[in-house]
T-cell receptor
Framework: LAKTTQPISMDSYEGQEVNITCSHN???????ITWYQQFPSQGPRFIIQ???TKVTNEVASLFIPADRKSSTLSLPRVSLSDTAVYYC????????????FGKGTKLSVKP | DSGVTQTPKHLITATGQRVTLRCSPR?????VYWYQQSLDQGLQFLIQ???????AKGNILERFSAQQFPDLHSELNLSSLELGDSALYFC??????????FGSGTRLTVV
């Protein structure tokens, strides 16, 4: 499983766009990139998954450059409730194999 | 409600004791995963079961064991408990098509 590197923490203000970048230099051809969100004392929640280029859903966008060695999670107009830890994971798509979590990025949104 | 049910939500026990954590996966999911999350730590993968069989092992101590029953629910047994075993224990289940879903966790406090 490819190792990921992401910032330990980020601060933002309500209404701003937040971009969290994850590096995964050893990503394999079959690997997908998945982001999870975790609130304190709750289980991680799936946010978005992608393989290449750009993916957008009602919550976030995921940008993946052509070399796929990094990816950027974009949260538009964050609110206080977006304060959470965000994890970037790289692995086979679907539900094959266990998820390996890194330290994640602790996002703090201030009023 | 994520569809993954974990019981109990909270558990307080003394050192040296043994406890059992229970997980009911989302309907139709064959895989169950157990994770441990200590204070300010990331999620550590413990073990995975698929349709009753052990599929993968992570950083699981010998004092810990798990099993998945014919009805697909799973139990994580923790014995000879130590103070350092205090943590949140999460269960997740997965489906080939729908990905991973985490439960809300069991908070174990060893005193």
């Amino acid at each position: 499983l490819a190792k990921t590197t992401q910032p330990i923490s980020m601060d933002s203000y309500e209404g701003q766009e937040v971009n969290i970048t994850c590096s995964h230099n050893n990503i394999a051809t079959n690997d997908y990139i998945t982001w999870y969100q975790q609130f304190p004392s709750q289980g991680p929640r799936f946010i978005i998954q992608g393989y290449k280029t750009k993916v957008t859903n009602e919550v976030a966008s995921l940008f993946i450059p052509a070399d796929r060695k990094s990816s950027t999670l974009s949260l538009p107009r964050v609110s206080l409730s977006d304060t959470a830890v965000y994890y970037c994971l790289v692995g086979r798509g679907g539900s094959q194999g266990n998820l390996i979590f890194g330290k994640g990025t602790k996002l703090s949104v201030k009023p | 409600d994520s569809g993954v049910t974990q019981t109990p939500k909270h558990l307080i026990t003394a050192t040296g004791q043994r406890v059992t954590l229970r997980c009911s996966p989302r309907s139709g999911d064959l895989s169950v995963y157990w994770y441990q999350q200590s204070l300010d730590q990331g999620l550590q993968f413990l073990i995975q079961y698929y349709n009753g069989e052990e599929r993968a092992k992570g950083n699981i101590l010998e004092r810990f064991s798990a099993q998945q029953f014919p009805d697909l629910h799973s139990e994580l047994n923790l014995s000879s408990l130590e103070l350092g075993d205090s943590a949140l224990y999460f269960c997740a289940s997965s489906h080939e098509q729908y990905g991973y879903t985490f439960g809300s966790g069991t908070r174990l406090t060893v005193v």
